[in-house]
Each structure stands twice: as structure tokens, then as C-alpha cells.
């Protein structure tokens, strides 16, 4: 959203066990009860017309503008205060209002780094390549004063 605030609402799927569903294993009518979800979290809040809804290994997330007023009720430590980190790129946009900078798409190459307590290969954290567009662009805003 160009640097400009957002609300992130995510959510995952669990079985009947409780065990995590991955994204890789969601259905069209599992992504569509996800981001109704999400949407319904987001009710009443930010610029609706601003906004992109992704998913990662595990969880689908919207990012959604905070709308003017929103950002003019931040305190004043909000855009005092130095970013700490940057997270990583998306694994997929699945839909996005308006274009998102280079700095949101996903890596073209991303790596994987297992989490071993998940037992399941396909829930793992996403890293990025570090050499592709999106992920220079993530490492440039992260090395920005």
C-alpha cells in the first residue's frame, strides 16, 4: 500500500484433529470461506477499495489501507517510531484491489525453512531468494534509513 498503513486479518484451516491445513491443500470453496471470513473481520474498517488478499504456507491474509481519517487518529509515535523489520514476501496474491508495488509480490525463487514441529512437509516458513525483484525491492525498503 505504498508505505501507508494497513489492517492484516489473517486466518489458517484446521482438520477435525486440529492439525493445520496447508494453503497448498485449500479448495476454491475453502479460499472463498477464508477470505468471506476475513472480509466479515474487516467489517466497518479501513478503505475497502485498498486492499489485497494473499495467502502464505499456512494462512490467507488481507491487507487493507487504513482509510485517511484511520491514519490521521495515529499517534504520533506511529510515524516517529523506526521500522524494526519487513516481512517477507506473499506465497500467492490471489486478488488485490489496485497493483502492489514490486515490494509485495512473491519471490520468484523462494526457498523453504521446515518447521519440524508441524511434521507435515507442506507447512514450512517461506524465505525468500534474496536475488529476484520482489525480494530486492523488500531489501532495499528493509536497508532504507
Known amino acids: 500500500m505504498n508505505g501507508r498503513p494497513v489492517w492484516l486479518a489473517s486466518a489458517s484451516l484446521h482438520d477435525f484433529f486440529g492439525r493445520i ?13 477464508l477470505e468471506s471470513t476475513l472480509l466479515e473481520v474487516l467489517a466497518g474498517v479501513g478503505d475497502s477499495s485498498r486492499e489485497r488478499f494473499f495467502r502464505m504456507p499456512v494462512t490467507a491474509c488481507i491487507h487493507r489501507q487504513l482509510t485517511a481519517a484511520e491514519e490521521a ?9 523506526p521500522a524494526v523489520h519487513m516481512a517477507g514476501g506473499p506465497m500467492e496474491i490471489l486478488r488485490e484491489t489496485i497493483p502492489g508495488a514490486l515490494s509485495t509480490r512473491p ?12 511434521r507435515d512437509a507442506d507447512v514450512f516458513l517461506l524465505v525468500d531468494c534474496g536475488h529476484c525483484d520482489p525480494c530486492r525491492a523488500r531489501a532495499a525498503i528493509e536497508d532504507a534509513p
Open 21 to 33: 491445513i496447508p494453503s497448498a491443500r485449500w479448495s476454491a470453496g475453502d479460499r472463498w470461506k
Open 73 to 81: 487518529g495515529l499517534r504520533p509515535e506511529w510515524h516517529q517510531a
Open 107 to 118: 519471490c520468484v525463487r523462494p526457498g523453504q525453512r521446515n518447521v519440524p514441529a508441524a
